[in-house]
């Protein structure tokens, strides 16, 4: 993600989207994802004119971004979240400790008060930031979660497609709160962030779920058949994903349910 800095000496970090269904360009703000450039399809924008539309809708991403905060606060009151002190990513083989740095009282109201999540060496993480405000520092490590995933997942996914001849046209990684993975008429397939908490065998196996959608769109006998032809476990597999959302650390509060 990257980070620029608004008018009125705040600053936001933002990624870019692209959407054959757009015909504009559109920012789009949330909570859970931050700020996000929707472009159309083939649309190229240098670094400083995205960042000059963005500053343009400064007094409307601030005022977003003030509410977003006051809603988290609200839901600290009510509900605890337990930050980690290690995070381990089964999929991956990868085990990381986390740090937390407290902010002094004056760097606590300085545009670097968001926590922050940044690597320190092999296998260390520090979250720094304004981190006594737990779910503001959970949500930068999802943030943190989903760019792991969108180096490892799309890689993945590539070489099983080419190994099995089973090409898809996009990869999109969201950190999705219903499903594990999906695929469109077109072939394009999205994937959930959380999967790197799960066992490899099952992330190989939504993989090679969706990559078969990119063949039949639908969960019949012919579907079933496909799939079984690279996953001979496919079956089974899929009865104990059924509770697949058990592997989930707590902090990150959602449960995926199934694929498209």
Known sequence: MERVALPDGQSCSYRIQTSDRSRKIR????AAEGLIVILPENTVLSREELEQLIRAKARWITRHLQRFDQLRRTACETETITL????????????????????NHTARYSNSSTPQVTIMGQGQLQVTGQIDHPRDAAL????????????????????LARELHLPFSRVTIRDQHTRWGSCTGNGR??????????????????????L??????????????????YEPQAR??????????RKLPDWL????????
């Open 27 to 30: 920012l789009r703000l949330s």
């Open 212 to 229: 078969c959608h990119t063949r039949i769109m639908n969960h019949g006998p012919h579907f079933w058949n496909l799939l079984s032809r």
């Open 84 to 103: 980690p002190r290690s995070i381990t990513l089964p999929s991956i083989n990868e085990h990381w400790e986390l740090h937390y740095a407290t902010l």
């Open 140 to 159: 930068a490590l999802r943030a943190w979660i989903r760019s792991k995933a969108n180096t490892v997942l799309p890689k993945w996914l590539g070489t």
């Open 236 to 245: 089974q597999i899929r009865t104990e994903m059924r509770m697949a959302w």
């Open 253 to 260: 509060r959602t449960r995926p349910k199934s694929m498209e």
């Open 189 to 210: 397939i999205s994937l959930n962030c959380k999967l790197l908490f799960l066992p490899r065998a099952w992330v190989r196996y939504v993989l090679l779920h969706e």
